[in-house]
């Protein structure tokens, strides 16, 4: 193995452990069950090995992979096969059961508000980067994000009448 074979499995290496989780986090989120979510992050990956892009920083790197993750998901959502398929839906982690019923509320919505709302608040994007990512106007983020708390709130309010879960926003 030759030094300059061995430092790119080293880099890649290095930008597979820096991302994974939040890769995976992300197209859990959009994809809803495990398996899909592996391939994408597969085919993300895989991309990178394919490319090598030169990132300016780690926050770049990130940036593009995320875009590469949520692009491959949605051409997987789009995809003939994956329409005529039935989504095998499962138990997502997380820590209380008042976050468990969010999670799964979240995982209803329309995919446009579900890559909004994970990269907002769990993966901690602001609009303007979302909206680099999605390839989409800063303004046409804030109307998805709106729309999508709007959805979460009534969809959790006709769920629950004490309003345990409400989302503020």
Same mark, same amino acid.
């Given at each position: 193995?030759?030094?300059?074979?061995?430092?790119?499995?080293?880099?890649?290496?290095?930008?597979?452990?820096?991302?994974?989780?939040?890769?995976?986090?992300?197209?859990?989120?959009?994809?809803?069950?495990?398996?899909?979510?592996?391939?994408?992050?597969?085919?993300?990956?895989?991309?990178?090995?394919?490319?090598?892009?030169?990132?300016?920083?780690?926050?770049?790197?990130?940036?593009?992979?995320?875009?590469?993750?949520?692009?491959?998901?949605?051409?997987?959502?789009?995809?003939?096969?994956?329409?005529?398929?039935?989504?095998?839906?499962?138990?997502?982690?997380?820590?209380?059961?008042?976050?468990?019923?969010?999670?799964?509320?979240?995982?209803?919505?329309?995919?446009?508000?579900?890559?909004?709302?994970?990269?907002?608040?769990?993966?901690?994007?602001?609009?303007?980067?979302?909206?680099?990512?999605?390839?989409?106007?800063?303004?046409?983020?804030?109307?998805?994000?709106?729309?999508?708390?709007?959805?979460?709130? *009534?969809?959790?309010?006709?769920?629950? *009448?004490?309003?345990?879960?409400?989302?503020?926003?």
């Amino acid at each position: 193995m030759s030094d300059q074979s061995k430092r790119t499995l080293d880099w890649i290496e290095n930008v597979v452990l820096r991302n994974e989780n939040k890769l995976f986090r992300t197209a859990l989120a959009v994809m809803k069950n495990k398996p899909d979510a592996e391939d994408i992050i597969q085919e993300t990956f895989i991309k990178l090995i394919e490319k090598q892009p030169y990132f300016e920083s780690p926050d770049h790197e990130t940036a593009w992979l995320m875009k590469v993750t949520i692009n491959s998901c949605k051409n997987r959502l789009n995809s003939y096969w994956y329409k005529k398929t039935v989504p095998l839906l499962e138990s997502y982690p997380a820590q209380t059961d008042e976050h468990q019923h969010i999670m799964e509320t979240m995982l209803t919505l329309p995919v446009k508000y579900r890559i909004v709302i994970h990269l907002y608040y769990y993966e901690g994007y602001s609009t303007k980067e979302i909206a680099e990512i999605t390839n989409q106007k800063e303004s046409t983020v804030r109307e998805q994000m709106t729309r999508a708390r709007r959805k979460l709130k *009534d969809i959790l309010k006709e769920n629950d *009448d004490e309003g345990i879960y409400a989302i503020h926003g």
